[in-house]
T-cell receptor, first 115, second 115 residues
């Protein structure tokens, strides 16, 4: 099955700096890669996603890049703000057939933005 | 409109007891997913419904776990003979189409504690 590795596990930045979180996946058939933000005690919320027919997608301060050949994708947050502090999870969908609906998540990155 | 809702928000039970966790998806969403999240970890896939049928139940850890979605809307996750290791937050998500091509929206979760 799919395996997703996420790094770093913790990331501490100063307000205004950029933050980058990287993920690798194992199954070349995966074609959907969402990123979720989860605040303490809250539900995961989608912040951006990318499909395998594009290499990069941007939404204001957030961007995601995908390298299908290398099987890795990254989240970039620019001009970080204290409210960006949360746990971020990457995910990849399943390997085909009915398993396309299944998301495999990374272990999470605790992002702390210091004012 | 209303998001995904889950009840109860918290459930404390004793080892060996039976529990039911309920998920109300976003109206009109055909796909419904159950995940389990342990402290400090990413969500772990359990089962995925497309309409009334379980399209992928490969994540259910053993035969003590069972889920139903009899009318293609509300779903119930059932756990028999609970064990302390079942303690976790159980997350439900829904999506409009499924099949790994659209956004999964998460509910707030049910925190299950097995004493």
């Amino acid at each position: 099955g799919e395996n997703v590795e996420q790094h770093p596990s913790t990331l501490s930045v100063q307000e205004g700096d950029s933050a980058v979180i990287k993920c690798t996946y194992s199954d070349s058939a995966s074609n959907y890669f969402p990123w979720y933000k989860q605040e303490l005690g809250k539900r995961p919320q989608l912040i951006i996603d990318i499909r395998s027919n594009v290499g990069e997608k941007k939404d204001q301060r957030i961007a995601v890049t995908l390298n299908k050949t290398a099987k890795h994708f990254s989240l970039h947050i620019t001009e970080t703000q204290p409210e960006d502090s949360a746990v971020y999870f990457c995910a990849a969908n399943g390997a085909g057939g009915t398993s396309y609906g299944k998301l495999t998540f990374g272990q999470g990155t605790i992002l702390t933005v210091h004012p | 409109g209303a998001g995904v809702s889950q009840t109860p928000s918290n459930k404390v039970t004793e080892k060996g007891k039976y529990v039911e966790l309920r998920c109300d998806p976003i109206s009109g969403h055909t796909a419904l997913y159950w995940y389990r999240q342990s402290l400090g970890q990413g969500p772990e896939f359990l089962i995925y419904f497309q309409g009334t049928g379980a399209a992928d139940d490969s994540g259910l850890p053993n035969d003590r776990f069972f889920a139903v979605r009899p009318e293609g809307s509300v779903s119930t996750l059932k756990i028999q003979r609970t064990e302390r290791g079942d303690s976790a937050v159980y997350l439900c998500a829904s999506s409009l189409i499924g099949q790994g091509i659209d956004t999964q929206y998460f509910g707030p979760g049910t925190r299950l504690t097995v004493l």
